[in-house]
């Protein structure tokens, strides 16, 4: 069973207070924006917003083909490689942790619940960076898996001390990811500058309306999502 102590138990009935407090149909909303847009999909939108919008920085003249299978062309394989190692094994590794009693929702509602989840994901987004030089992704996939890396360990150490919004996180990571998607498109790729910033408002008022987290955290989390996608983005321009 998780270890429980004060801090824990404050947070617990802290969001318990605030679900009473919001009207139901607000609160299944929340947590409908919440899963949509949950940290361990980021990669994988940007991955197909990328293809989409310039498919031929995966080397094809159709976004079709860089999700096809087959003998002459493989590179759907790419994608299923990040989408297992940034979404699916770390969501199998927590749901085995709650099986195991070590934590005590999927939410992951306290700070010491993170911990072990956030290592975990840590090594597999660690697993991605090492593989790139291997693999056949664009530049741009390998700046936002280093970013999304970065980021994920400044949150780890933040937690430490304090909680910080991880959906917040991700999406100030997402945000600065569609600035660069934007950048190395050819055109017609400007409004997802409004859906993104659309998306961080809507997710951040879904955690806070959910009682998750504080003011601080959620705008602390779009920092430092933005700001590790930047770091990454000029340490690989400024090796490659």
Do not use: W
Request: glycine share 8%; with cysteine.
């Amino acid at each position: 069973m998780p270890l429980s102590n004060d801090r824990d138990d404050l947070e617990i009935a802290t969001a318990e207070r605030y679900k009473k407090a919001v009207p139901l149909p607000l609160r299944i909303l929340a947590v409908l924006i919440s899963i949509v847009f949950h940290p361990l999909f980021i990669l994988s939108y940007a991955y197909i917003l990328l293809a989409f919008f310039n498919p031929f920085l995966f080397g094809e003249a159709s976004t079709e083909r860089i999700f096809a299978f087959g003998k002459l062309n493989s590179k759907g394989l790419l994608f299923v490689h990040l989408l297992s190692f940034s979404c699916i094994i770390p969501l199998v590794g927590v749901l085995l942790m709650r099986g195991l009693g070590m934590v005590r929702t999927l939410s992951l509602t306290t700070q010491d619940e993170r911990k072990i989840p956030y290592i975990l994901t840590g090594m597999f987004y660690m697993a991605m960076v090492a593989q790139n030089s291997t693999t056949g992704l664009p530049l741009e996939i390998k700046i936002f898996t280093l970013g999304a890396t970065i980021a994920l360990f400044i949150a780890f150490f933040i937690n430490l001390f304090t909680k910080i919004s991880m959906h917040t996180v991700g999406m100030g990571g997402f945000l600065a990811m569609i600035i660069i998607i934007i950048a190395r498109s050819y055109g017609g790729a400007e409004f997802l500058f409004v859906f993104g910033v659309l998306a961080c408002g809507l997710v951040g008022t879904a955690r806070l309306l959910l009682g998750s987290h504080q003011v601080s955290d959620v705008y602390g989390g779009y920092f430092v999502g933005f700001l590790a996608q930047f770091v990454a983005l000029n340490y690989m321009f400024s090796t490659t």
